[in-house]
């Protein structure tokens, strides 16, 4: 069982979400396919992100995703959770960064799913395998769709 929802809760910058769920789900597919996935995909304000993360993580502030895992990591049943992702900062990065913002939205996507999958930022030999990963799956995605196409001439809901 494989399913995908994708909510668009924000009116920061107008996306694609058609593509962006032929995006998701190509990468779905790939990474967990066997498995399954029950996966749901927010992206948010910073406004609405904020308080995600003082609520759930005691964190003030936005952050560019968030991460709620639900199902048994040990087990072989299908990957549970929810992804949370930022528009905001995906923005703010994209600048910092010198990328675009649909890059990062993918990025934190890439992000997400790895966190799903058991991958762990909090120390740093973890972190450092995780970018590592989370770099090579972002290059490949580059490498064949054109992420220009995640934007769009309005806001899709």
């Known amino acids: 069982m494989s399913e995908l929802t994708l909510r668009n809760r924000q009116r920061v ?33 910073a406004s609405e992100m904020a308080k995600l993360n003082q609520r759930y993580l005691h964190h003030a502030g936005s952050t560019d995703v968030i991460t709620f895992g639900y199902s048994e990591l040990e087990s072989a049943g299908p990957i549970l959770g ?18 675009s913002w649909q890059e990062e939205l993918l990025r934190y996507f890439v992000h997400g799913i790895l966190h799903l999958q058991g991958y762990d930022d909090s120390q740093v030999a973890r972190r450092r395998v995780m970018k590592r990963e989370e770099n090579r799956i972002v290059q490949q995605l580059k490498e ?7 934007r769009r001439a309005s806001v899709d809901r």
Do not use: C, M, P
């Not at 929810?82 to 990328?99: L, M, N």
């Not at 064949?144 to 995640?150: F, H, I, N, T």
């Open 144 to 150: 064949r769709l054109q992420l220009g196409k995640l």
């Open 13 to 45: 910058r107008a996306l694609n979400l058609r593509f962006f769920r032929k995006i998701t789900q190509s990468l779905l597919q790939e990474r967990l396919g066997e498995n399954g996935y029950e996966i749901s995909v927010h992206i948010v304000a």
């Open 82 to 99: 929810d992804i949370f992702i930022s528009i905001d900062d995906a923005v703010r990065q994209a600048r910092e960064f010198r990328t």
